[in-house]
């Protein structure tokens, strides 16, 4: 199966820091519950693991992320992932454009991607896949503005920096450790009164 | 027969004695079910027995860049693990198919269905095994996939079988596309086409008949045993035809048949699942072969639904053209067969839609035509008949529900158009348009029965009251199918199954004592065998029912058959059991003239003993004459009293039914509710009234299944949605309906006790009568087709669509 996640994310983080913020792979994926790169190839190409929590079931990814395009000029990145569970019975891709906007109060990161999953994990956890997603994506995301916050209180010594070409950030205070390891059941509460409003939202369009 | 008239209140102590055909005997297979005494496949444990487990593909397309097993390898307790790669020296990697294609056994280089078997690991135990398919690494390289049978015939749609490359033609003649398997028509084209142009009304309708699986509650697996020293096999498997199996298993292993000894032990149920050989019992074998230990394979429920043999998925065109009154001058069929990533279709090799060709069904069609293509989706192989005769559901599906739509837009009532367009009863036997002998029938009374035990009048009084009334929270719907199958295949002039014609078989000895023993080619899954065969062998060969030992499935002592499948026991070794069963009776009544001393033409059958004509109180009972034929015998004559009958049916035997059902669909939720379904079934001689009634309601109840929520979907990148007994519907007492049952009584003409088939008739005939029931419903909002399953959601859209929900 097939889901299309599209988000955007205001930053309190000038356009460039934002973009920079986005090429630093290894501290992006750090903020998403689960995922970690593990080996870092060369520029553009990176191994990497996420383990997900799907109803009873806890799945570990292991694959590859490939940086297909990168525009310094437009700040935009275009990234390519796939993998498979560690025990050969699902796997996974991710397609993910995302583009840095400058806004009023800062910058906006937006992003657009087709995840795709097949065999058991769509077997089975078909029926969450949406929740928890919007679930691992709002957490991902408030773990990006931490991170944002963090840097924008280093920025003095980046700013000037900022340059047409992927910069060097200073070691960003890592998001706090409870954040990125997903407490099981925090999710399943989440899933659960994702679900429960749902049924209520459809109860009162009837 | 017997040849003489009886007294039935004087026999009637020796009847009940023999409990011969037509009695209500109970099954001699429920106490050890009933007990958990039943040995099943997965009872069998041997000494030193390893344990295989399958690993899979995630993916439904992908080219294997590489396996790496030696994490599996080095782990403790595992024996195992086999890839294609170990396979090619013995050229096991790929195997036939019952419909000519090769399947992979193991995948060569690409998977091209999700869940495709991709290796075998062997360990101590299924835990280890279970352990160690997690340390097989397998990197794939994703393909485009394509599950659509119209978006396969594309010009530019992925190629599923790289290893067809440049085989244009097939097991089935040409092949037009890389991802076709054949085209198949029967009848007559340009006369059909005439008759379209020159009637007055034509009715053309699209409809698919989803995906779905026999779903037994025992899943497919296997033991196989092999032992070196003998250099002999034993494989314990699951198998609706064990005697083919053990055909393929010697093709394949090269191994003599006569060192080949498969075993169907007790089989919780097959319904078609468990024809076909599945790659599971190859590499368990090749295993054992290699390990020489015993080795263990048993599917997963999910394995079962996702891997081995699903039935149907067929998108069907059909048309009809008419008089003004309703009268059928012509039908035109077009199906697109999906088949999967193999053609793994259990048909007789001629027919690769099966017998798909009764789709003119109990009606009087002068003219038909029917073009079906089979194509290659990247979905797991199969096509095998879901309880029915190959492909019967499919034909009378369509029928049935072009009937009504031909009904509704001349606005005919949909008893009457088919009372209008029967196969009168002095047209039997009847070539029909598209070349088949129906062997008997008698329709018009069958529905005319069912029509007065339901008040039919007022059946469709009421609904037009709730039609007229806007407030009524209900919508109701009556469905009438009036369905002729095709079982018993068949004769070997026209079946076969790589190359076997489709005879069946059974061998009788009886003992010193009177009792006896007989084996037949056909193995029971549920049906009754060991009670029904030797009903008919109590009133052939006047043996009691109760002295008789019924034994199946083992190759190496049961004569060779085609096996159980399609409704064929009854019809084809049920005959062989009546013959073979004469041919005692004909001994027997030489071995009592000579122990009387009179001529055997002036010996007479009576029940349980032959006396003298005349002279009644000169008997000689088959328990004397039993026990004469190890002793005293006529000169000339050899001792013992067995005899051996392969029959080869001359044509198919035709049972038909009327069905009639009344669904209320709650227009505020779109459940519905079956409120009454009445079944008359007509399988000829009735052996045991009370299996038959056991089998209607077995198979009402899978109708009812399929019809209502049995389905395998799959998503565009070919994952199987159905998989699991989450999704996949299996009905309870709780979800099922009442069933009412009925019968009337045509034998066949040309089967020796007059016998038809009837397990697969309920199945066949109620899920178009579902269908029929709840399009009904909607039939005065001008529907005519709606799609199965016919689940509350889909329902719930149809109201919203109509804007009639609430």
């Known amino acids: 199966m097939k889901i299309t996640i599209d988000k955007s994310l205001d930053l309190a983080l000038s356009p460039d820091l934002a973009w920079a913020m986005l090429n630093d792979i ?181 | 027969m017997n040849e003489i008239a009886r007294d039935p209140a ?3 102590g020796r009847l009940e004695r023999l409990e011969g055909i037509g009695c209500a005997r109970k099954r001699r297979e429920d106490p050890r079910f009933i007990q958990g005494r039943g040995t099943y496949v997965d009872d069998i444990h ?73 290796a075998f690991v062997v360990a101590e135990d299924r835990y280890i095994a279970a352990d160690a398919a997690e340390m097989v690494e397998v990197e794939y390289e994703e393909l485009p996939v394509v599950v659509d049978p119209f978006k396969a015939m594309l010009p530019d749609a992925p190629v599923i079988r790289d290893d067809l490359a440049g085989k244009d033609v097939g097991a089935h003649g040409a092949r037009r596309h890389h991802n076709h398997i054949f085209n198949w028509q029967i009848g007559d084209r340009d006369r059909t086409d005439r008759a379209f142009d020159a009637a007055a009304v034509t009715v053309s309708q699209d409809m698919l008949y989803p995906r779905v699986h026999p779903c037994p509650l025992e899943t497919c697996g296997c033991v196989a045993s092999y032992d070196a020293v003998r250099g002999d096999l034993t494989v314990w498997i699951t198998s609706q035809a064990p005697h083919v199996v053990r055909t393929v298993v010697g093709l394949l292993s090269s191994i003599p048949e006569s060192k080949i000894r498969i075993i169907s032990p007790d089989i919780g149920g097959g319904f078609g699942n468990k024809v076909g050989v599945y790659p599971g019992y190859v590499t368990a074998i090749a295993a054992s072969i290699v390990l020489g230990r015993p080795v263990k394979w048993i599917e997963s429920r999910n394995e079962n639904l996702t891997t081995t043999a699903f039935a149907r998925d067929y998108w069907m065109t059909g048309e009809l053209a008419a008089d003004t009154d309703g009268r059928i001058k012509a039908l035109r069929v077009k199906v697109l067969a999906d088949h999967g990533a193999f053609d793994a279709c259990a048909d007789p090799t001629k027919w690769p839609a099966g017998m798909f060709h009764v789709c003119t069904g109990s009606y009087d069609i002068a003219n038909a035509h029917v073009s079906v293509d089979g194509v290659y989706t990247n979905k797991f192989p199969g096509g095998v008949s879901y309880r029915c005769s190959f492909r019967v559901t499919e034909a009378v599906y369509l029928i049935e529900r072009m009937i009504d739509v031909l009904a509704q837009k001349l606005g005919i009532d949909k008893a009457e158009i088919r009372l209008r367009n029967f196969i009168p009863k002095d047209k039997f036997p009847y070539h029909s348009a598209l070349g088949l002998d129906y062997d008997s029938g008698d329709y018009t009374p069958a529905l005319q029965k069912v029509m007065k035990a339901v008040d039919y009048d007022a059946l469709r009084a009421e609904q037009a009251a709730k039609r007229a009334d806007p407030d009524c929270p209900t919508l109701m719907g009556i469905g009438i199918t009036t369905f002729t199958e095709i079982v018993g295949a068949g004769p070997s002039k026209s079946c076969d199954i790589l190359g076997i014609g489709m005879f069946d078989s059974c061998e009788i000895r009886v003992h010193p004592d009177g009792s006896a023993i007989a084996r037949m080619g056909t193995i029971s899954q549920g049906q009754g065998h060991q009670t029904t065969y030797a009903q008919i062998i109590a009133t052939e060969a006047g043996i009691p029912a109760s002295v008789i030992q019924v034994e199946e499935g083992d190759t190496s002592t049961a004569p060779y058959g085609l096996g159980t499948y399609g409704s064929r026991s009854t019809p084809v070794a049920g005959a062989a059991v009546a013959r073979a069963s004469h041919k005692i009776r004909e001994k027997a009544r030489k071995i009592a003239a000579h122990l009387l001393e009179v001529s055997p033409d002036d010996m007479e059958f009576d029940l349980d003993q032959f006396r003298v004509k005349g002279d009644p109180a000169r008997a000689k009972s088959m328990k004397e004459i039993a026990w004469a034929a190890y002793n005293n015998v006529p000169e000339g004559m050899e001792m013992g009293l067995e005899a051996v009958d392969y029959y080869d049916p001359p044509n198919f035997t035709f049972p038909f039914g009327a069905y009639l059902a009344v ?44 019809a209502f929520g049995q389905e395998l979907p799959y998503d565009e990148q070919g994952n199987v949605l159905g998989g699991t007994l989450m999704d996949y519907f299996l009905p309870t007492a709780v979800e099922t309906p009442h069933w009412e049952t009925d019968f009337t009584v045509t034998p066949s003409p040309h089967h020796p006790i007059g016998a038809k088939g009837v397990a697969e008739s309920p199945h066949v005939g109620s899920i178009p009568c579902f269908s029929n029931a709840v399009i009904d419903a909607f039939a005065h909002l001008g529907v005519t087709h709606t799609g199965m399953p016919h689940n509350a959601y889909r329902t719930w859209q149809q109201l919203l669509a109509l804007n009639i929900a609430g």
């Not at chain 1, 070409?165 to 659960?192: G, H």
């Not at chain 2, 060569?108 to 269905?113: A, L, T, Y």
């Open chain 2, 46 to 118: 041997l000494p030193g027995m390893l344990f295989g487990i399958m690993i899979r593909s995630p993916y439904a397309h992908a080219r294997i860049k590489s396996i790496d097993t030696s994490r599996a390898k080095a782990h403790p307790g595992v024996h195992a693990v086999l890839t294609a790669e170990d396979l090619k020296p013995f050229k096991l990697h790929w195997m036939p198919t019952l419909a000519g294609d090769v399947q992979a056994v193991l995948a060569d280089g690409k998977v091209s269905f999700q869940n495709q078997e991709v």
């Open chain 1, 26 to 206: 290894e501290g992006v994926t750090a903020c998403l519950p689960g995922a970690k790169i593990t080996e870092t190839i060369d520029e553009t190409h990176f191994k990497g693991t996420v383990s997900v929590k799907l109803g009873p079931a806890t799945v570990s990814f292991k694959g590859n992320i490939e940086i297909a395009e990168r525009d310094a000029k437009a700040r935009s990145l275009h990234i390519i992932g796939t993998g498979s569970d560690m025990g050969g019975t699902s796997g996974a891709s991710l397609d993910l454009h995302a583009v840095v906007e400058a806004t009023d109060g800062g910058s906006r990161l937006s992003g657009k991607s087709d995840v795709t999953v097949t065999g058991k994990v769509a077997t089975f956890g078909a029926r969450l896949m949406n929740s928890v997603s919007d679930v691992l994506l709002q957490k991902f995301f408030a773990n990006l503005a931490m991170r944002a916050e963090a840097l924008q209180a280093a920025q003095p010594l980046v700013a000037t920096a900022a340059t047409e070409n992927v910069m060097s950030l200073p070691a960003a205070p890592a998001a706090p450790a409870a954040e990125t390891n997903l407490n099981a059941l925090a999710l399943a509460w989440a899933v659960i009164k994702d679900f429960l409003a749902n049924l209520f939202r459809r109860t009162k369009a009837t």
């Open chain 2, 10 to 12: 004087a026999d009637l």
């Open chain 2, 663 to 706: 669904v209320d669909v709650l227009k505020a939720t779109g459940e519905i509710k079956v409120r009454r379904f009445y079944a008359l079934d007509d399988c000829g001689t009735r052996i045991n009234p009370m299996i038959i009634e056991g089998q209607i309601h077995g198979g009402l109840t899978e109708g009812f299944a399929v």
